[in-house]
C-alpha cells in the first residue's frame, strides 16, 4: 500500500468517525498491522525451518571413500576377479 492510498483512507476515516475517535482508530489499526506482520514473520520462519528440514532429508550425505577404493571400482574389481577365477577354471580342465 502506498503512502496516498494511507492517506486518503485516513481521510475516509477522519469523515465518517469524527476527529475524536480517529486517534484511537488509527492506534487499533496499528496494532492489527503489527500483529499481522508478526504472524507473517512466525510464518515465513517456519516455513524456512520446516523447508531445512526437507532438504536435509532428501539430500543424502556425502558418502566419504574408503581406501579399499570407490563403489565405482568395484565393478571393475569383480570382472577382473571373475575373469580370474574362469582362467583357473579353463587350466584345470585342460
Known amino acids: 500500500m502506498g503512502v496516498w492510498e494511507i492517506v486518503l483512507i485516513a481521510l475516509v476515516v477522519l469523515i465518517v468517525a469524527g476527529p475524536k475517535r480517529l486517534p484511537e482508530i488509527m492506534r487499533t489499526v496499528g496494532s492489527w498491522a503489527g500483529q499481522a506482520r508478526n504472524l507473517a514473520r512466525g510464518l515465513q520462519q517456519e516455513l524456512d525451518n520446516e523447508g531445512e528440514q526437507l532438504k536435509r532429508q ?5 558418502e ?5 577404493g570407490s563403489a565405482q571400482d568395484k565393478p571393475k574389481q569383480q570382472a577382473t576377479d571373475d ?4 582362467q583357473e577354471t ?3 580342465d585342460s
Open 58 to 62: 532428501v539430500t543424502p550425505p556425502e
Open 64 to 68: 566419504k571413500q574408503s581406501h579399499t
Open 83 to 86: 575373469a580370474s577365477s574362469n
Open 90 to 92: 579353463s587350466e584345470k
